[in-house]
């Protein structure tokens, strides 16, 4: 019951982790992508509204050039923008003393703008001027115009060559920010429809990951527990026959007649015969051979390990490389290394890490199994 609460407390917190971290990205980018968004917006918007006063400008000249009479081109730009909607984006025309001579409502053609009617912060000038002072400019300019009544737009001018008009470009801001909303809420929406993907696919990941190692795990400690198991039975039949040969030993058992009890070694420049029982290991190296005592004495002797394991008891030693030669007696315990690989550990202790590797392991199994 623990370790599954345990786990389902492990998968809440993954599940809130991975929610926060998609939140706090999500919150950030989104912000980021609708702040350039709204940059671009606005300044295609500036771009759109210069064009277009630019356009209607020359068209108007060229009226102009074409021999037609300035009443008759005021005329024609009238009926052409004549109640379009000024609710968006809208065409007028006035003269650099702030008159209107063109504007989508008729009503307004003749009225003079108040002068503190608005103020227009420019893009290409310093501080805010108002819009009559912009007129009165009579060149191109324009910026954010800021109303009395709390409305504001963009606008840009354009003189008419020639005359002394300004042919002026709008675009209510309320409309672009309704765009922006409109904007906004689809980056909402689509945040909250890749974050609920994103939280919910990454959580199937992790269940999908999280039960593949489990059952990795689990099938990694049943092959320990089976691994453990036959190192204790090894262990046991060490133990077993350490005892047995021991008794044998004791008993002088004819195990050992076609096996030699002593053996010649050098120690410096003397020669010493040593019971073969005391040996605890032999090592193997540039052609001479170490003999290391119980006592941990040691001794050399110029045969081979071939040659010696020849004269020495197969119950009693066993070949388990190259280079060693070991005394059941003094082998203390055996542990796993590795995928297939047997430890040893000694006594009296050798230095380097014994190990019995996978090809010779069954026959080691098989010699404690004798």
């Given at each position: 019951m623990k370790p599954t609460m345990k786990k389902d407390n492990i998968y809440l917190i993954t599940l809130a982790a991975i929610t926060t971290v998609v939140i706090v990205v999500g919150i950030f980018s989104m912000n980021y992508l609708y702040k350039t968004s709204e940059s671009r917006l606005l300044e295609s918007q500036m771009q759109s509204r210069r064009r277009e006063a630019r356009e209607v400008s020359g068209l108007l000249e060229q009226q102009l050039k074409s021999g037609l009479s300035k009443e008759t081109v005021i005329d024609n730009l009238q009926r052409s923008i004549e109640n379009t909607d000024t609710q968006t984006e809208f065409i007028c025309m006035y003269n650099t003393t702030g008159i209107e001579l063109c504007h989508p409502d008729p009503k307004l053609i003749g009225q003079r703008i108040d002068e503190n009617n608005s103020t227009v912060t420019g893009l290409d000038f310093g501080s805010p001027v108002t819009f009559q002072q912009l007129l009165g400019k009579g060149k191109v300019s324009g910026g954010i115009r800021s109303l009395q009544d709390g409305r504001s737009e963009i606008v840009y001018v354009h003189p008419v060559a020639a005359t002394d008009w300004m042919v002026a470009s709008h675009a209510n801001l309320s409309a672009i920010n309704r765009q922006l909303q409109h904007l906004y809420n689809q980056f909402l929406l689509a945040h909250l429809l890749s974050g609920i993907l994103i939280v919910f696919f990454s959580f199937v990941a992790v269940r999908l990951i999280n039960s593949r190692?489990?059952?990795?795990?689990?099938?990694?400690?049943?092959?320990?527990?089976?691994?453990?198991?036959?190192?204790?039975?090894?262990?046991?039949?060490?133990?077993?026959?350490?005892?047995?040969?021991?008794?044998?030993?004791?008993?002088?058992?004819?195990?050992?007649?076609?096996?030699?009890?002593?053996?010649?070694?050098?120690?410096?420049?003397?020669?010493?015969?040593?019971?073969?029982?005391?040996?605890?290991?032999?090592?193997?190296?540039?052609?001479?051979?170490?003999?290391?005592?119980f006592k941990q004495e040691v001794y050399h002797t110029n045969l081979s390990l071939d040659e010696i394991m020849k004269q020495l008891n197969p119950k009693s030693f066993f070949r388990i490389n190259r280079?060693?030669?070991?005394?059941?007696?003094?082998?203390?315990?055996?542990?796993?290394?590795?995928?297939?690989?047997?430890?040893?550990?000694?006594?009296?202790?050798?230095?380097?890490?014994?190990?019995?590797?996978?090809?010779?392991?069954?026959?080691?199994?098989?010699?404690l199994d004798t």
């Open positions: 190692y489990e059952q990795t795990l689990e099938s990694e400690k049943f092959q320990l527990s089976q691994d453990i198991r036959s190192l204790s039975v090894l262990n046991d039949q060490l133990k077993e026959n350490q005892i047995r040969l021991e008794a044998q030993l004791n008993e002088k058992s004819g195990d050992e007649t076609n096996s030699k009890s002593r053996m010649l070694t050098y120690k410096k420049d003397e020669l010493v015969s040593i019971n073969v029982g005391e040996i605890a290991f032999l090592f193997s190296e540039n052609a001479t051979t170490r003999v290391t005592t280079q060693y030669i070991v005394n059941i007696q003094a082998i203390e315990n055996i542990l796993r290394y590795g995928n297939s690989q047997l430890k040893l550990v000694t006594n009296p202790k050798i230095e380097e890490i014994v190990i019995i590797s996978k090809n010779k392991v069954s026959e080691f199994k098989q010699w």
